[in-house]
């Protein structure tokens, strides 16, 4: 499979040589051509990753209905990974979790089973360490498909699945799943408590290290519990006993707000309200390559997208997309929208828009954020995931639901990387330099 890359060493190359031969030529004119496509570097330089995207069905419709969860990931070698449950066996496969991902030539292996079983495999999430795949969900006890446990599997050849908490019940709606350098686990939670009230909601984190497993809960009680729909989201540094988790906190009947979560000792957290008068789907975190965290989410009174950035002392809030459609009512829990930062620190959003009924896609180049893409038009991504490799390449995937067949495919995705404008602005000065050289080395020869 064919992958779209960075543009910026194509492009720095062939400028270089027209300028080496301008300059050579005619300075002056070299110096109003600098100055010319500096400019148009610095305007045009979100239009330089726009080029045609990928998009494939990877697991046909009808093979299960992805009713809990869809876990995505990328390896360290640039594949990718995703995980999904199947709730509605049809040809002769059974209800539980499973796994595929990519070879070195981009196919898709055929679907393994990680644990199989009655009401296993909701609240799906996949990481990796290295190329090993790690993934958390609910298990059952086959009883009852409403409750469950915390399950933890990982792929070293085969499979290895764990119970961190034994047989203890967890109904659990999300789970998100980090790993920190060491390979050390970290899991968010987003606990129904197997009752149907939502003042019994909880936002719990798992983590493993040397010391073994730990749970700690986050959110709960009145005014406190999270609301389902809010979702769960893990950012991890350098430490899993110190994140920073996304949630929506359901404390009032208006607004459900966006929420983060962060503890110095594993145990002790403190909460910070990101805004007022909001409703918050599908909370996500996620930091860059210095620690620097942000936060994403749609806001279900308005439908705009909403994004966050930490100072090292406050969040500051933005829109990185305005809707402009009003209030949106949700029932259900499913992801909506999902974010990404790359290397260059630049954020990805990937998010459903109910608005147009379409899966769209956004990034953030210098203070703009880009002209949303629509992926999939007429799509309903009730799940939806996206990570970028280290060529920061976006890859995605997202659940299509079909209500008249209660199934529907899953499909992935790749789109090109945004130029860096720092990039741009080295080949400008480089070429600067070269003028400037060429100018001395012929007023030496006059004199």
Not at 188 to 210: P, R
Request: glycine content about 12%; charged content about 15%.
């Amino acid at each position: 499979m064919a992958r779209s890359g960075c543009l910026e060493a194509d492009l720095a190359e062939r400028y270089t040589i027209v300028m080496v031969s301008v300059v050579r030529r005619r300075p002056c004119v070299a110096a109003f051509l600098i100055s010319t496509v500096a400019a148009l570097l610095v305007a045009l330089a979100p239009a330089f990753g726009s080029g045609e995207w990928q998009v494939s069905t990877i697991v046909a419709d009808g093979l299960g209905a992805v009713g809990g969860g869809l876990g995505f990931a990328i390896d360290s070698d640039g594949n990718a990974g995703l995980t999904y449950q199947n709730q509605l066996p049809l040809h002769g496969d059974q209800w539980g979790v499973y796994y595929l991902r990519q070879d070195a030539t981009g196919a898709w292996s055929s679907p393994e089973a990680i644990e199989l079983g009655t009401g296993v495999g909701e609240a799906n999430d996949l990481a990796y360490c290295g190329n090993t795949a790690h993934v958390s969900y609910r298990g059952s006890n086959n009883a009852s498909p409403d409750t469950g446990y915390l399950s933890y599997a990982v792929r070293n050849g085969t499979w290895s699945v764990e119970r961190p908490f034994g047989t203890n019940a967890f109904d659990l709606d999300h789970t998100d799943i980090q790993l920190d350098a060491q390979g050390n686990v970290g899991i968010g939670l987003l606990d129904l408590d197997g009752t149907q009230a939502s003042s019994d909601n909880l936002a719990s984190y798992a983590y493993y290290n040397a010391t073994g497993w730990h749970l700690t809960t986050i959110a709960s009680g009145a005014g406190q519990y999270p609301w389902a729909p809010g979702g769960i989201s893990v950012s991890v540094t350098d430490d899993v006993s110190r994140p920073t988790v996304g949630y929506s906190r359901d404390g009032n009947l208006l607004y459900k707000t966006p929420y983060v979560a962060t503890t110095t000792d594993g145990s002790t957290w403190t909460k910070t309200s990101l805004a007022s008068g909001e409703t918050a789907l599908s909370m996500t975190v996620d930091h860059d390559a210095s620690g620097k965290q942000y936060a994403a989410w749609l806001d279900g009174k308005t439908q705009n997208v909403r994004f966050a950035t930490f100072n090292g002392t406050s969040w500051s809030v933005e829109t990185a997309y305005s809707s402009g459609a009003g209030a949106l009512t949700v029932n259900n829990d499913n992801r909506y929208l999902s974010m990404a930062i790359d290397s260059s620190g630049v954020p990805h959003i990937l998010w459903y828009d109910p608005a147009l009924k379409s899966v769209r896609y956004t990034c953030k180049v210098g203070d703009e954020w880009r002209t949303p893409r629509t992926i999939a038009a007429g799509s309903v991504g009730y799940w939806l995931a996206i990570d970028t490799d280290s060529q920061d390449v976006p890859h995605f995937a997202y659940y299509n639901y079909h209500s008249e067949t209660g199934s529907g495919p899953i499909s992935y995705g790749y789109g090109s990387a945004v130029p860096e404008p720092g990039t741009c602005a080295l080949v400008l000065l480089g070429a600067a330099v070269l003028m400037i050289r060429l100018n001395r080395g012929k007023s030496s020869r006059r004199a």
